[in-house]
């Protein structure tokens, strides 16, 4: 029966993803059962309605935070088709958060209508000219992308700090400038609509930006030229390159191509018109790492990046309103460590089945 159901690759990611769910759920559920017992049933109920508990206030308080996680994923999956784990997604997602920002305060010379645009690109190119550090020195010296990538976000970090200071510093509070509302994303009549919470934000454009951007990455994985070759280098950089690609400029252009998604994610949410602001602190946002689980979750496709993020923001509203119940909103954290774990046991689980297919074709054949 479960051998049928993990008959097809899609459908064995989506069973698998729902699996990791329901356990991280009932997890969840019973950690809330030990430490609230009395508003349990309560909490869990808030939990489950999370981007609907308050109409259209949770909806696009999900909507908003699925963006940047979405991106941070894209980035994350998209490397992992080559093979290399990019944990520099915080330092790319930073440096795009900043090159934005500046933009779009200090460069006052292009008109309010377009520098959400340049200020879009530009926050990529930076992610993707970052992302090329550890890119080269994997390609042509063979250092371990996670070793290189870590280096690179402490190094971004003490950079964007001080970058802030001389350039955007607020001088009220350690922070930087926030971004005008006239220079923010445009706003849709869907933004009125669904943000009752806060009339001033502009996720519509922001999400449609991410979507197409992940719709994007999934044409270029399948259907180009470049997306096999990434994938070849992927299941083996000797073969490709016995195949005649070229798997330093595959690598290179990968690793690239992930930071370009990840300086996009970092740009987004500061052009919302929400106020937010860069920090000066040395601490990595938290959403580069966020976006682990969501490739993690979505099984490192593009689209599956989509559903993983918003799945991760629908939860997450809905942790944050189990605080009215006196519940630690740390539950969200570890319901998402649990649900991590086992999307990491659903891949034994799809090996095995996939194992067990192979063994009964060969069997098959045999018989023949």
Same mark, same amino acid.
């Given at each position: 029966?479960?051998?049928?159901?993990?008959?097809?690759?899609?459908?064995?990611?989506?069973?698998?993803?729902?699996?990791?769910?329901?356990?991280?759920?009932?997890?969840?559920?019973?950690?809330?059962?030990?430490?609230?017992?009395?508003?349990?049933?309560?909490?869990?109920?808030?939990?489950?309605?999370?981007?609907?508990?308050?109409?259209?206030?949770?909806?696009?308080?999900?909507?908003?935070?699925?963006?940047?996680?979405?991106?941070?994923?894209?980035?994350?999956?998209?490397?992992?088709?080559?093979?290399?784990?990019?944990?520099?997604?915080?330092?790319?997602?930073?440096?795009?958060?900043?090159?934005?920002?500046?933009?779009?305060?200090?460069?006052?010379?292009?008109?309010?209508?377009?520098?959400?645009?340049?200020?879009?690109?530009?926050?990529?190119?930076?992610?993707?000219?970052?992302?090329?550090?550890?890119?080269?020195?994997?390609?042509?010296?063979?250092?371990?992308?996670?070793?290189?990538? @870590?280096?690179?976000?402490?190094?971004?970090?003490?950079?964007?700090?001080?970058?802030?200071?001389?350039?955007?510093?607020?001088?009220?509070?350690?922070?930087?400038?926030?971004?005008?509302?006239?220079?923010?994303?445009?706003?849709?009549?869907?933004?009125?609509?669904?943000?009752?919470?806060?009339?001033?934000?502009?996720?519509?454009?922001?999400?449609?930006?991410?979507?197409?951007?992940?719709?994007?990455?999934?044409?270029?994985?399948?259907?180009?030229?470049?997306?096999?070759?990434?994938?070849?280098?992927?299941?083996?950089?000797?073969?490709?390159?016995?195949?005649?690609?070229?798997?330093?400029?595959?690598?290179?252009?990968?690793?690239?191509?992930?930071?370009?998604?990840?300086?996009?994610?970092?740009?987004?949410?500061?052009?919302?018109?929400?106020?937010?602001?860069?920090?000066?602190?040395?601490?990595?946002?938290?959403?580069?790492?966020?976006?682990?689980?969501?490739?993690?979750?979505?099984?490192?496709?593009?689209?599956?990046?989509?559903?993983?993020?918003?799945?991760?923001?629908?939860?997450?509203?809905?942790?944050?309103?189990?605080?009215?119940?006196?519940?630690?909103?740390?539950? @969200?954290? @570890? @319901?998402?460590?649990?649900?991590?774990?086992?999307?990491?046991?659903?891949?034994?689980?799809?090996?095995?089945?996939?194992?067990?297919?192979?063994?009964?074709?060969?069997?098959?054949?045999?018989?023949?």
């Amino acid at each position: 029966m479960l051998s049928k159901l993990f008959a097809k690759d899609g459908t064995k990611s989506v069973i698998a993803s729902l699996i990791s769910i329901f356990f991280g759920l009932v997890v969840g559920f019973i950690i809330i059962l030990i430490f609230a017992p009395n508003e349990a049933l309560e909490g869990f109920g808030i939990l489950l309605s999370g981007g609907f508990y308050r109409g259209t206030e949770s909806f696009s308080q999900m909507i908003y935070l699925s963006i940047p996680i979405m991106m941070t994923g894209l980035c994350v999956a998209f490397a992992y088709k080559t093979g290399e784990f990019n944990i520099g997604v915080p330092g790319q997602y930073l440096i795009g958060s900043f090159v934005a920002m500046y933009i779009s305060i200090r460069w006052t010379f292009i008109p309010d209508s377009l520098v959400w645009i340049v200020a879009v690109i530009c926050a990529g190119l930076a992610g993707a000219l970052w992302a090329l550090i550890p890119g080269f020195l994997k390609a042509f010296k063979n250092v371990n992308v996670v070793i290189s990538g @870590i280096m690179c976000n402490y190094i971004c970090l003490l950079l964007v700090i001080q970058g802030i200071k001389s350039t955007i510093y607020n001088s009220t509070g350690a922070e930087s400038m926030t971004i005008p509302e006239s220079r923010s994303l445009p706003r849709t009549p869907l933004d009125g609509l669904l943000s009752t919470g806060d009339s001033n934000l502009r996720f519509v454009v922001a999400f449609l930006i991410a979507v197409g951007l992940c719709i994007l990455a999934w044409v270029i994985m399948n259907k180009t030229q470049f997306g096999y070759e990434l994938k070849a280098v992927g299941f083996n950089k000797d073969a490709a390159k016995y195949a005649g690609m070229n798997e330093k400029k595959t690598l290179i252009l990968a690793l690239a191509t992930a930071g370009f998604f990840a300086g996009v994610g970092g740009a987004l949410p500061y052009l919302c018109g929400s106020g937010k602001t860069l920090q000066i602190t040395e601490v990595l946002p938290d959403e580069g790492f966020n976006g682990i689980p969501i490739a993690l979750l979505g099984f490192s496709n593009p689209i599956g990046c989509i559903f993983a993020a918003l799945f991760m923001g629908y939860i997450n509203v809905g942790g944050n309103y189990l605080q009215s119940l006196n519940i630690a909103v740390e539950v @969200i954290q @570890i @319901i998402t460590g649990v649900i991590i774990y086992f999307a990491s046991f659903t891949l034994f689980i799809k090996h095995v089945f996939a194992k067990h297919e192979a063994n009964k074709r060969k069997k098959e054949e045999g018989k023949v």
